[in-house]
């Protein structure tokens, strides 16, 4: 098989997930997530990589696929990754199929420039209280994603297929983000959908060599209760509100920058230079 071509730019798009909630992983305890693991290990290829992620917690179709799309389309990179539409769906009294139409036509637009695109689906809830009854809007409208993918032709990594994901070793404690686990498993299935995989396939698809403990059903439901108070009440009165918790942040990686300095950049091409030679 050939190589892929070397992907010199990325700009991901998208939401707090994206944006790497609960992957604290970063330098100082900074969040992560999957889309800066995922330009590491692309830049570990090309000296002169560069690299943005427009995302921003909370944010709904309307920002992503505005000014978030159109700073990407100003930049025209090589890849853009997108993952939106989460909190558009879980709110109450949305119809799905104009959110499907919506989601469709910011996928044309990045499509129709020529741009690379990997769709990022949802993941399944079935596991998390409360959070289940959600379960089959969330379907609903992964079924739109792959349509889109199809008729686009982006690529997608359906999330829900990610058996790995509907372990709870995947989540943080507040069962809405990932953690650095989580965040891994995705970065290593898009690496390996382009072509340039982290490590083996089990990485991502078991990487785990013990089942997930079991939990009595009374501890079960003390935990369940203290999620609720701590995390899913605050969640809900926020979007009864119309407030969201990315309200006045900024992007963490506004610019399409290098990823490395430059004495890295020039310590990796004489490195590439002398394995040519």
């Known amino acids: 098989m050939s190589r892929p071509d070397a992907i010199r730019s990325y700009v991901a798009i998208g939401d707090s997930i994206t944006e790497g909630i609960d992957d604290g992983s970063g330098p100082g305890g900074a969040y992560r997530g999957f889309a800066d693991r995922l330009a590491d290990h692309l830049g570990s290829f090309t000296p002169d990589f560069r690299y943005a992620n427009l995302a921003v917690r909370g944010r709904r179709m309307r920002h992503i696929f505005g000014e978030q799309t159109e700073q990407t389309l100003e930049w025209r990179p090589d890849l853009v990754t ?28 990045l499509r129709d420039a020529g ?8 993941h399944d809830t079935g596991w998390i209280p409360v959070l289940r009854y959600y379960r089959g809007r969330i379907a609903v409208f992964s ?32 069962r809405l983000h990932m953690n650095s686990d989580g965040h891994q498993i995705v970065a290593a299935r898009i690496a390996d959908l382009l072509g ?13 060599d013990t089942p997930p403990r079991e939990v009595p059903r009374i501890l079960r439901r003390r935990e369940n209760r203290r999620w609720a108070r701590q995390y899913l009440v605050p969640w809900l009165s926020r979007r009864a ?37």
């Open 82 to 109: 997108v993952l939106a539409g989460g909190n558009d769906v879980l709110l109450p009294g949305r119809n799905l199929d104009r959110l499907g139409e919506q989601f469709e036509r910011g996928i044309r637009r």
């Open 115 to 122: 741009l690379r695109v990997v769709i990022v689906s949802g």
């Open 143 to 174: 079924m739109h994603m792959r349509a889109v993918a199809e008729r686009t032709g982006a690529e997608i990594v359906d999330m829900w297929a990610l058996n790995s994901l509907a372990d709870p070793r995947a989540w943080s404690e507040d």
């Open 196 to 208: 340039v995989p982290m490590g083996s396939r089990k990485d991502w698809e078991d990487p785990w």
């Open 241 to 277: 509100l119309g407030r969201s918790s990315g309200d006045g942040r900024l992007p963490k990686r506004p610019a399409l920058d290098y990823l490395h300095d430059e004495a890295t950049r020039l310590r990796m091409a004489r490195a590439l230079d002398e394995g040519v030679g």
